[in-house]
């Protein structure tokens, strides 16, 4: 019998995903201290600034990372800094559309801006530092640009609860995170040799893969990503209130961090050592892995609650568990095979596959918002979830047959 195709990683990439692992379990924790200490009226503000930021920051990077790592055949202090003032130039461009977005939120303009401003800045510098860090750093210090953030997060707001202030202890936790992982990125601008962790990547590896898309076409990819995920806060927002944001989104955040750490951990080491397999076998071990995970961590939901770990005040909760549960499930499915598309010459059908499973998922979105008599949060929530998990898997099903013709 064939042995596992898993054991085959090598222990660099095995190494890097234990970090990335541990990066987002630090993330999780913040995610469940908000839940035992703060208000879902707390988290449910916290999250409308904090996803605004998001959307201006993915907006601005422009899928930048992954073109970093892709294209590893370029030197990666220049691109690095290439990558970071592009970044900083659409940033500015964007800027009616964080204004857009917080008149839709009803939030307090100038104070709002101010953050949205200061945590994307800080969170977009973060990421660009992951992906170069990937391809130039020791493996500590990828380690430590990944694990630090989540960890000083959680711990600031610990402190500031144990201190029972009352500022706003999240929007300063999460920048003070971000800025520590902002600093791996100050040695792109130094162009000394590194301790690479990709020094076995040949000639031949390296042009096997490529993002050779327009920028038109990551933009509207982009776009459409971060307009979704700013639409879903703003919507249960104004549809729903406060709590009911706060009760989705909490959620959302623990259960969204396992497809995210699966493209973290895997995907993107792929694609930084321009390594390819030419079956599924690992692509399909680590997909079931993370649903496991995502069912563990509804269990674990539940247990909180039944055993009175977690407030009364979120019972709520219990109406998004199943139907968010299913979409992160679909979600793991796709982040395990994400890589493939830029090591077949896949990647612009790629990117109009994830623009059209956007906007369905933003029919599903609006469509109660089309009638008169309100929905049902339930049902609405049912309705995004379904078309949300039918639409990744066959995103993920598309991804399985490709093949690389380089």
């Excluded at 085959?8 to 201290?33: D, E, G, R």
């Excluded at 259960?255 to 895997?266: D, E, T």
């Excluded at 009638?371 to 609405?380: L, Q």
Aim: a positive charge; proline letters at 4%.
């Amino acid at each position: 019998m064939r042995r596992f195709q898993l054991l085959s990683i090598s222990n660099t990439s095995k190494t890097i995903a234990i970090t990335s692992l541990l990066s987002f379990s630090m993330q999780i924790v913040f995610a469940l201290l908000m839940l035992h200490w703060f208000t879902p009226k707390e988290v449910g503000e916290f999250s409308v600034i904090s996803q605004i930021a998001f959307f201006w920051m993915t907006l601005a990077l422009a899928q930048a990372p992954l073109t970093f790592l892709a294209n590893i055949q370029h030197p990666p202090q220049q691109a690095a800094r290439k990558a970071w003032y592009s970044t900083l130039l659409r940033g500015v461009c964007f800027m009616p559309f964080v204004a857009l977005a917080l008149w839709l939120s009803h939030v307090n303009l100038l104070p709002a801006f101010a953050w949205i401003l200061i945590i994307a800045f800080f969170q977009m510098t973060w990421l660009l530092a992951q992906s170069f860090l990937l391809r130039t750093g020791s493996t500590l210090q990828h380690a430590l640009v990944r694990i630090l953030p989540p960890m000083a997060a959680a711990f600031f707001a610990m402190l500031g609860t144990w201190l029972a202030w009352d500022g706003p202890t999240l929007l300063i936790s999460a920048m003070l995170g971000y800025a520590i992982g902002a600093w791996g990125l100050t040695s792109a601008w130094h162009d000394t040799p590194s301790h690479s962790i990709n020094t076995k990547i040949d000639a031949t590896s390296a042009i096997q893969q490529a993002d050779n898309r327009g920028s038109m076409l990551r933009m509207s990819h982009t776009l459409t990503d971060a307009l979704l995920a700013t639409a879903i806060v703003i919507v249960w927002q104004r549809c729903y209130g406060a709590e009911e944001t706060g009760w989705m989104t909490a959620l959302l955040r623990v259960l969204g961090f396992v497809p995210s750490v699966l493209h973290m951990a895997w995907a993107q080491v792929k694609l930084s050592r321009g390594t390819e397999h030419p079956d599924n076998s690992q692509e399909w071990i680590l997909a079931i892995v993370g649903c496991c995970v995502v069912l563990s961590l509804i269990a674990f939901c539940h247990l909180g609650l039944y055993r009175s770990w977690l407030s009364q005040h979120w019972l709520g909760v219990l109406n998004y568990v199943w139907p968010l549960a299913a979409w992160q499930s679909a979600a793991c499915v796709c982040a395990a095979f994400s890589h493939r598309p830029f090591q077949t010459n896949s990647e612009t059908k790629y990117s109009w596959a994830c623009i059209g499973t956007a906007m369905l998922q933003s029919l599903a979105l609006l469509a109660p918002l089309t009638f008169t008599e309100s929905w049902d949060v339930a049902a609405h929530v049912q309705l995004f979830a379904a078309t949300s998990t039918v639409g990744l898997f066959t995103l993920a099903f598309w991804m399985t047959t490709l093949r690389s013709d380089r």
